[in-house]
């Protein structure tokens, strides 16, 4: 089976502070993803990444960046966290053209 | 710009009873769409895509392009059946576009 791991599954940051949010798939996927979850509005697609060293925007890029230095491994960066980022956050990996997507647990993050 | 609406936010039904959550799109090519479903503690997993015309949990899920709808039905619900549901949109590639989600509560 397929495994998405996000390594942190509640996090409380400070308004300005730097936050990484790391995902791990360990099926060498090509495509990874990073959405953010909130009641009434469903998924939105922040980044993706089709290979190592390559991203897109989504179609929420604002107020964050990624990482994909490694093929396995997507990070998720807010480079200065505000309060309107508090969200429940999902990577997802998936296979060849037009697979099916794989989610991670989720990252509940809060910015106080 | 691709949308995927729907309408409820949440469903509430007794158990045996027909369950229908809606799901309708705006797309200008031919659509591939999937249902996706987060049962409590668990991860968001595909439950159902219209190309497999497949009958999974005893869901069903029919495209109607003149509708532009993509309704996931199943005659009896079942307790089991309670989580969040998300019907999706493939724009390109592997990128999907989500709706807002709909609670199904199936009670007893």
């Given amino acids: 089976d397929v495994k998405v791991t996000q390594s942190s599954r509640y996090l409380v940051k400070r ?3 730097k936050v990484f949010l790391e995902c ?4 060498d996927h090509e495509n990874m993803f990073w ?21 897109e925007k989504g179609d929420i890029p604002e107020g964050y960046s990624v990482s994909r230095e490694k093929k ?6 807010l480079e200065s966290a505000s309060t309107n980022q508090t969200s429940m956050y999902l990577c997802a990996s998936a296979g060849g053209h037009k ?6 647990s989720g990252t509940q993050l809060s910015v106080l | 710009a691709q949308r995927v609406t729907q309408p409820e936010k949440l469903l509430s039904v007794f158990k045996g009873a027909p369950v229908e959550l809606k799901c309708n799109y ?5 659509p591939e769409l999937f249902w996706y479903v987060q049962y409590s503690r668990q991860r968001l997993q595909l439950l159902l895509r ?16 003149g509708e532009t709808s993509f309704h996931l039905k199943k005659p009896f619900a079942q307790e089991e059946d ?27």
């Fill in chain 1, 15 to 17: 308004t300005g502070e």
């Fill in chain 1, 72 to 77: 396995e491994r997507f990070s998720l960066i």
């Fill in chain 2, 82 to 108: 309670s989580a969040m549901y998300y019907c999706a949109l493939r724009e390109y590639g592997n990128k999907l576009v989500f709706g807002a989600g709909t609670i199904l509560r199936v009670k007893s």
């Fill in chain 2, 26 to 30: 705006s797309y200008s090519g031919s």
């Fill in chain 1, 35 to 55: 959405y953010r979850q909130d009641p009434g509005l469903g998924l939105r697609l922040i980044y993706f990444s089709y290979d190592v060293k390559m991203k």
């Fill in chain 1, 99 to 104: 697979e099916k997507l794989f989610f991670g």
């Fill in chain 1, 24 to 27: 791990v798939q360990d099926m």
């Fill in chain 2, 50 to 65: 219209h190309i497999s015309r497949e009958s999974i949990k005893g869901f069903t899920a029919d495209l109607n392009k």
